[in-house]
């Protein structure tokens, strides 16, 4: 059974950074490309990074370029998002993704592509 569980979220002023965790079990994942999205209340799911299997390639939706890194440790099974320069607009709960395919992934930043999915963790950025 496929299980992603993230960590790290939390409360954080303006300006602030946090890293969050996603640790996957039921199936190595070494092969597949991971994802991270965000949801804030009263918006739809969106977008924010993607990181293929050797990690040398990765993706971030325009808001979060240069103030988010993805990153991912294979012998671990876990991806992360360093998250820096916090702002309000990025209060949101962040999730991370899994595809049901290894493999290359054209359409990453579309949360339709991924079927494994964790719980969530709720990250709040204080003005």
């Known amino acids: 059974q496929v299980q992603l569980v993230e960590s790290g979220g939390g409360l954080v002023q303006t300006g602030g950074s946090l890293r969050l965790s996603c640790a996957a079990s039921?199936?190595?994942?070494?092969?597949?490309?991971m994802g991270w999205f965000r949801q804030a209340p009263g918006k739809e799911r969106e977008f924010v990074a993607a990181?293929?299997?050797?990690?040398?390639?990765?993706y971030y939706a325009d808001l979060v370029k240069r103030r988010f890194t993805i990153s991912r440790d294979n012998a671990k099974n876990t991806v992360y998002l360093q998250m820096n320069s916090l702002e309000p607009e990025d209060t949101a709960v962040y999730s991370c993704?899994?595809?049901?395919?290894?493999?290359?992934?054209?359409?990453?930043?579309?949360?339709?592509?991924?079927?494994?999915w964790g719980q969530g963790t709720q990250v709040t950025v204080s003005s």
């Open positions: 993704a899994a595809p049901i395919w290894p493999g290359d992934l054209s359409d990453y930043d579309r949360s339709d592509e991924y079927a494994y």
């Open positions: 039921g199936r190595t994942f070494d092969n597949y490309v």
């Open positions: 990181v293929w299997w050797s990690g040398g390639r990765t």
